[in-house]
């Protein structure tokens, strides 16, 4: 079976879901993946919608459309989100907490250009790309050259930072040592296929406002996509890192093998992927069939 998933807002109404009729309650914020990434609502779905579950499973989302490019620190300014997990007088208890994050702002950050609008050059450590005339002065070979390390290094510190105050928030009132479940993302393929209000999709023209194109720009989004992989990876509380923070558990999305990569130049729905960062309901429900008896596995050894 498949969760209910309920809007945030929806718990404020004067007819609230019926939460307490649910074998399990679970609270979600996150990214577009939580979302939906287009505006064809045909083609519209996320992870939440299928994830496959054994029991009765009411989610409390409060990622809403719109916020595809929502980062990890506005989970704290989120009206419900907060409030729910911790705070006096609002919190409620939450079997679970599910997490999409990361994943928008890489790419946001990879929208960064090299000039600003008066022309200046951006810092290298405000953007992830380096333009060909800086690559060219790199160290290093390969797709690498193409990456601002002082920017990914800025990109990670603020990740890492923002999932470590997220468990402090959570360890703050009733859900202490609840688990949170998060999850990496399936590599996407750089090409020109988006939604309304970014039409060229988000990486495809942030690679060719820096000269990047066809299989440079493809190598270079693999390898960042790549890092924020280990980095998320990291945070599981079994991996053994620095990084690993307590009751996180990491679904790693990316290894699936079957969700099938868009074709190269495909302007719209292709392969699981119904434009360039998001997928179809098909794709979603690869991985939701996946992540919801992974999650559950987890939660039988909670009490």
């Known amino acids: 079976m498949k969760p209910l998933v309920y809007p945030a807002d929806w718990i404020a109404r004067p007819d609230p879901p019926p939460l307490s009729d649910f074998g399990r309650?679970?609270?979600?914020?996150?990214d577009s993946w939580f979302t939906i990434g287009t505006l064809n609502l045909m083609a519209a779905s996320n992870v939440l919608f299928k994830m496959q579950v054994s029991q009765t499973t009411a989610i409390v989302n409060?990622?809403?459309?719109?916020?595809?490019?929502?980062?990890?620190?506005?989970?704290?300014?989120?009206?419900?989100?907060?409030?729910?997990?911790?705070?006096?007088?609002?919190q409620r208890y939450w079997e679970g907490i599910l997490?999409?994050?990361g994943g928008n702002d890489l790419i946001d950050a990879a929208q960064v250009p090299p000039q600003d609008a008066q022309g200046a050059p951006v810092a290298p450590h405000k953007r992830l790309l380096l333009t060909a005339h800086e690559a060219a002065a790199q160290p290093v070979m390969g797709p690498a050259r193409f990456i601002s390390e002082p920017g990914w290094d800025t990109l990670a510190s603020y990740l890492?930072?923002?999932f470590a105050e997220l468990v402090a928030h959570r360890d703050r009132g009733i859900n202490k040592a609840r688990p949170i479940f998060v999850h990496t993302y399936a590599m996407p393929m750089v090409r020109p296929s988006g939604t309304v209000g970014a039409p060229q999709g988000w990486l495809y023209p942030a690679m060719q406002g820096y000269g990047l194109a066809g299989a440079d720009a493809q190598a270079v989004s693999d390898l960042l996509f790549?890092?924020?992989?280990?980095?998320?990876?990291?945070?599981?509380?079994?991996?053994?890192?620095?990084?690993a923070l307590p009751h996180v558990h990491v679904f790693d999305s990316a290894a699936l093998p079957d969700i099938v990569p868009a074709s190269a130049g495909a302007t719209g729905a292709s392969g699981d992927w119904v434009n360039e960062i998001h997928l179809t309901p098909a794709g979603y429900g690869k991985l939701g069939q996946a992540f919801g008896p992974w999650m559950e596995g987890w939660l039988a050894r909670y009490p």
């Open 62 to 90: 409060c990622a809403y459309p719109g916020d595809t490019l929502q980062h990890v620190v506005e989970w704290f300014d989120d009206p419900f989100f907060d409030r729910m997990l911790c705070q006096p007088r609002f």
């Open 226 to 243: 790549g890092r924020l992989r280990a980095l998320l990876l990291a945070l599981d509380q079994d991996s053994g890192q620095p990084e």
């Open 99 to 101: 997490i999409s994050g």
């Open 25 to 30: 309650r679970l609270l979600a914020e996150g």
């Open 160 to 162: 890492l930072a923002n």
